[in-house]
């Protein structure tokens, strides 16, 4: 039974993998900005329901909190930083740069106030029944998958009926011809980095609740962004949660044939295994050389 506890327990992290890297992948398939803070964006918004849970608020106002906090990050940054950077001609490398600077503030100041070790909200939903011999689930798994599912529903109806949602995709395009329409590549912009960023807060509050939260958790969450955009396809929504789904089954399942330091890395195997055989992902189109 331990190959079913690990599995269940992969697809519960694989759904939060799923919604922090189609934030990722939105923002970076409509502003080509590679945002390398968006982990930064799941450690804030982690702490805020910790703290607000620890003040005593209800778990809904301690989520709109760090939903607020997310998105606020998540315009901030592009408002502050990555604007600022475009606007004199500033390389990808510089706005790189210049995101990874932010992510080592975002955890440092982060470490001074709340601690540099794990800290997890206790809730009724984090505790696990044995619903098969040996087999033990909490409800927060139900949580987990309910909501990713709900949410990434909610995303793709938006991208695809909303009129805002369809100027989205078509921002990376084609931004000159957006602007012939009227439309403001900005505020799209500003759109992309707000939604993309309140897409971790849900993330982060769950994984509060479970495995816990560290100053250095932003990184982790960063990478394995990257990776599951990467696995499923540039500029692919449903690929990048397809894959972050993925990659945590088998961060999971592997602890079953790997001791526990190595199971990280089995991601990044599959990524390279992609990366070789199939670098367009699994939803990617194949470029021609």
């Known amino acids: 039974m331990l190959f079913l506890q690990l599995l269940l327990q992969g697809l519960q992290v694989g759904a939060l993998y ?20 968006h982990g930064s964006a799941f450690t804030l918004a982690g702490y805020t329901f910790l703290f607000t849970s620890q003040a005593g608020w209800p778990w809904y106002l301690g ?13 901030g940054i592009y408002w502050f930083v990555y604007r600022p950077i475009q606007r004199h001609e500033g390389s990808f490398f510089t706005v790189f740069v210049a995101a990874f600077g932010v992510g080592i503030v975002v955890q440092n100041l982060v470490g001074m106030f709340a601690g540099r070790g794990f800290a997890s909200v206790d809730t009724p939903l984090s505790r696990a029944t044995e619903v098969l011999p040996d087999v033990y689930l909490a409800q ?17 109806l938006f991208l695809t009926r909303h009129h805002a949602g369809v100027a ?12 012939a329409y009227g439309l403001s590549s900005t505020k799209l912009s500003l759109l992309a980095f707000a939604v993309g960023s309140a897409l971790v807060a849900p993330a982060a509050m769950l994984t ?21 955009t990467i696995v499923g396809g540039v500029g692919s929504l449903r690929g990048a949660a397809l ?8 961060e999971a399942v592997a602890l079953s044939f790997v001791d526990t330091q190595w199971a990280e890395a089995v991601s990044f195997l599959v990524l390279f295994a992609f990366i070789i055989f199939r670098p367009s992902g699994i939803f990617g189109i194949a470029q021609a050389r």
């Not at 799923?18 to 803070?37: E, N, Q, V």
């Open 18 to 37: 799923a919604l922090t890297a189609a934030g990722f992948a939105l923002i970076f398939g409509a502003t080509r900005i590679f945002h390398f803070a």
């Open 63 to 75: 989520g709109l909190a760090s939903v607020g906090v997310a998105t606020l990050f998540g315009i």
């Open 140 to 156: 927060v798994f139900w949580v987990a998958i309910g909501l990713s599912l709900v949410l990434f529903l909610l995303l793709t």
């Open 168 to 179: 989205l995709r078509a921002l990376h395009q084609n931004p000159d011809l957006l602007r």
């Open 208 to 228: 509060a609740m479970t495995s816990g939260l560290n100053e250095a958790i932003g990184h982790h969450v960063m990478l394995i962004s990257m990776a599951a």
């Open 243 to 250: 894959a972050g789904l993925m990659l945590g089954v088998a």
